[in-house]
Each structure stands twice: as structure tokens, then as C-alpha cells.
């Protein structure tokens, strides 16, 4: 691989990485209190499960795409990696099914369950919770890209070799 290539893959990587580090830094920071006619209302994102999720993998998606970085490309952990990104990508796109769910829960409510939502009360709260979910996009369509990309280059370096 040519280093203008490699210099390529290393920014992408590291981008991915810098793209779900933030997402799950400003997720794991969102809290805010209000007083809603003398009652303190809390939102943590600690408060709900899907929001621990999405800060753990998060948290892995980035540390593994900052480790990836260092393996050599064309060793024969390149299959290994291959794997790895998919296993990734099938966390982070369950972490931000899960965390879209609940964050129109909390912007729109359920009428038919009865649940109100919070957003009116803790605008702050769910705008931050906005943020971290298009950071964590950014990350997830960007790394599904460039997985696919690197899955295509492969099969294609296979189909040659075949020939």
C-alpha cells in the first residue's frame, strides 16, 4: 500500500475514532435539573439503560478504530480486522437504534401509554442528547463506508488473484 494510501486509512480511522470518542463524551456529560412547578425533574443519561449503551460501545468503537490504526495493512490480521469492523458496526448501529428510540420517546412521548414527554421541561438536556446522536452518525455511516470500501478491496484482490 502506497503511504499517500496508508496516510488515507490512518485520518479515517482516526476521524471514526474522534467521531465516537465525541459522541459518547458528550453523551456520558449530559445532566441537567430543572424545577417544573416546585418539583426538581433530573435527567441523567445514567437514568436509562439505552444511553449506557450507547456511550459503552461508543467507547469501544472508538478505542478499537484507534487500535486498528497500528496493524499492519496486508498482515494476515487484515481478515481478522475485516471481521472486527463488522462486529463493530452491527454494536454501534444497535446502540443508536436503541438510543433513537428512546430520545423520540423523550422528545414526543407515548399517548397511548401515557408517557409525557420530557423535552418541553429539559430542553438543554435533550439538545445534547441531539448532539451526541449526530456525532455518533457521522461516525457510523463513515465507518460503514469505509468498511464496505475495504470489504470491496478485498474480494477484489481475490477475484484478480483467482484470474
Known sequence: MSKALRSIFIFVR????????VAAIIM???????????????????????????????????AYNLVVVFVPTG?????????CDTIV???LTGAMAATGAISELGKHGNAHAGWLPICNQIQAYCDHVSGSI???????IVF????????????????????
Open 134 to 140: 449526530i456525532s455518533a452518525f457521522v461516525g457510523l
Open 28 to 62: 456520558a456529560t449530559s445532566h441537567y435539573s430543572t424545577n417544573f412547578f416546585g418539583i426538581t425533574m433530573e435527567a441523567k443519561f445514567q437514568y436509562t439503560p439505552s444511553f449506557k449503551f450507547f456511550v459503552i460501545a461508543n467507547a469501544i468503537a472508538s
Open 75 to 83: 498482515s494476515p490480521l487484515s481478515g481478522l480486522v475485516i471481521m
Open 89 to 91: 458496526a452491527m454494536l
Open 14 to 21: 482516526v476521524g471514526i475514532a474522534a467521531a465516537c470518542a
Open 144 to 163: 460503514v463506508l469505509f468498511m464496505l470500501y475495504n470489504i470491496f478491496k478485498i474480494v477484489s484482490l481475490d477475484l484478480h488473484a483467482c484470474r
